[in-house]
């Protein structure tokens, strides 16, 4: 068969199919160099505005400002070159969120925070929101007089409503560590009293809700006291639990400001629940990770928990360095990636260093999810109008302003040069 079909051709036809073969060819190779040409042209200008960020990440004052305008006028003009027929709304989001996911070099960034190291993770930040947020904290810290004024109206905001009866009743009292964080009626984690040590439900423990109403992100509570000690295994239980933050030593200045609510080595017995520790992984002298196995032994179901333990942060201060607490929250979040569960958030309390701790993490989350609008403050009262107390000083709201700074400088940079 093959061998016939040359023989079926004369002369004419084989010179005209060789003419189409050509054009064809170099038809091929023109198309190819126009789109390597354009593909080049692209690139250059997609690098130059990712220099640009970089160096407005670094940069100060005015040449930020002006920095930043011209980035912006060249973003316009990137989307309307890149869509000249009229846009609808549709078609905005998806080209600022294709904008903002193209400089994000997803594989190596996930391949190289498997080995924990220290590059933020993942991220589709919109970038417009990330250099608003570095202007506004920019301004925050010159500005001494706008964060004094800043704190005193989140002072004097008043959560509605603020009920704390059933913290004060005479069988729960004796369960809270601190007389001025007690939980609100309306917000606060439950126990199912029939599986209670003491038939009760209550724990000076508040669900912590982000963006979905349903199921909350994060469990703020106090450090466990000796007595609430299997209160707290079975709010971990019952919540599903597999990450706790411990944001506290157990004791500072001889004050007690946690119970040790886990065995040192092998396993203890709170009530119903098995705690078993399986590793404990010092990672530098400022936090460690302890790995538990906890056991029901009313169902024999089993479950892994790790506790992060950040061990020199002290009560109504700030960390020493933000880096090490933000290198600290990547862990976490590395670890809980994927999950639906609330984090357990503890200090002593469960408001200074948790609230301060929290809001970091809830306003560093949206502006990964790609949030094009951030209100650190209003953030601040919607944690306050769930738990009394949220972040204490104006030294710890500062020191979360200046956290999410240095993150979102820090995803800034990351992109590709
Ligand atoms: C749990 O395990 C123990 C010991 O193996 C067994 O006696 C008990 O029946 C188990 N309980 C349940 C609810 O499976
Ligand atoms: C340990 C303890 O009892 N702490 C406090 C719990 O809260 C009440 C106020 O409702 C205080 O009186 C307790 O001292």
């Known amino acids: 068969m093959l061998k016939q079909i040359p023989l079926k051709y004369n002369q004419a036809e084989s010179t005209k199919f060789l003419i189409?073969?050509?054009?064809?060819?170099?038809?091929?190779i023109g198309v190819l160099v126009a789109s390597a040409v354009i593909y080049c042209m692209r690139h250059?200008?997609?690098h130059k505005l990712k220099e640009?960020?970089?160096?407005?990440?670094?940069?100060?004052?005015s040449e930020a400002t002006a920095t930043y305008q011209e980035l912006c006028r060249q973003?316009?003009?990137v989307r309307t070159s890149e869509r000249p027929e009229p846009m609808h709304s549709s078609r905005i989001n998806s080209v600022s969120s294709q904008f903002s996911d193209g400089p994000i070099p997803s594989p190596s960034a996930r391949s190289s925070t498997s080995s924990w190291s220290e590059e933020p993770a993942h991220s589709n930040m919109d970038i417009s929101t990330g250099h608003m947020i570095l202007s506004y904290m920019e301004d925050h810290l010159k500005n001494k007089n706008r964060l004094d004024k800043e704190w005193e109206a989140l002072c004097a905001y008043q959560a509605e409503?603020?009920?704390?009866?059933?913290?004060?009743?005479?069988?729960n009292a004796r369960k809270n560590r601190s007389n001025a964080v007690?939980?609100?009626?309306?917000?606060r984690i439950t126990l199912k009293a029939e599986n209670n040590q003491g038939n009760s439900d209550y724990i000076n423990a508040s669900p912590i809700l982000d963006h979905d109403p349903r199921s909350p992100a994060y469990i703020a509570t106090q450090g466990p006291l000796p007595s609430t000690v299997a209160d707290f295994w079975q709010m971990v239980w019952e919540n599903g639990c597999v990450v706790i933050v411990m944001l506290t030593p157990l004791t500072e200045n001889a004050v007690k400001q946690s119970y040790h609510y886990w065995p040192d080595e092998g396993s203890n017995l709170y009530h119903i629940y098995e705690v078993n520790l399986v590793s404990e992984h010092i990672w530098c002298e400022d936090f460690l990770v302890r790995s538990f196995y906890l056991k029901n032994m009313q169902t024999n179901e089993t479950r892994t928990v790790t506790?992060?333990?950040?061990?020199?942060?002290l009560n109504q201060n700030v960390p020493e360095s933000s880096r090490t607490l933000l290198d600290f929250r990547r862990k976490v979040n590395k670890c809980y990636r994927g999950r639906s569960c609330p984090i357990i958030v503890h200090c002593s309390d469960g408001a200074g260093r948790s609230g301060t701790y929290v809001l970091i993490d809830m306003v560093l989350n949206k502006m990964a999810k790609g949030a094009k609008e951030i209100d650190i403050a209003a953030t601040l009262e919607h944690l306050r109008d769930q738990r009394p107390g949220m972040v204490q000083t104006k030294e710890q709201f500062e020191f979360a302003l200046t956290a999410v700074a240095e993150e979102v400088n820090a995803i800034l940079k990351a992109l590709p040069q």
């Not at 640009?52 to 004052?61: I, V």
């Not at 409503?161 to 069988?171: E, K, L, S, V």
């Open 20 to 28: 189409l073969t050509v054009i064809s060819i170099v038809f091929i």
């Open 44 to 46: 250059r200008s997609h």
């Open 52 to 61: 640009k960020l970089t160096r407005l990440a670094t940069d100060t004052g």
């Open 75 to 77: 973003r316009m003009a």
């Open 161 to 171: 409503p603020n009920a704390c009866t059933i913290a004060q009743r005479d069988g």
């Open 182 to 187: 007690l939980v609100y009626d309306h917000s």
């Open 307 to 313: 506790q992060f333990h950040f061990l020199t942060w």
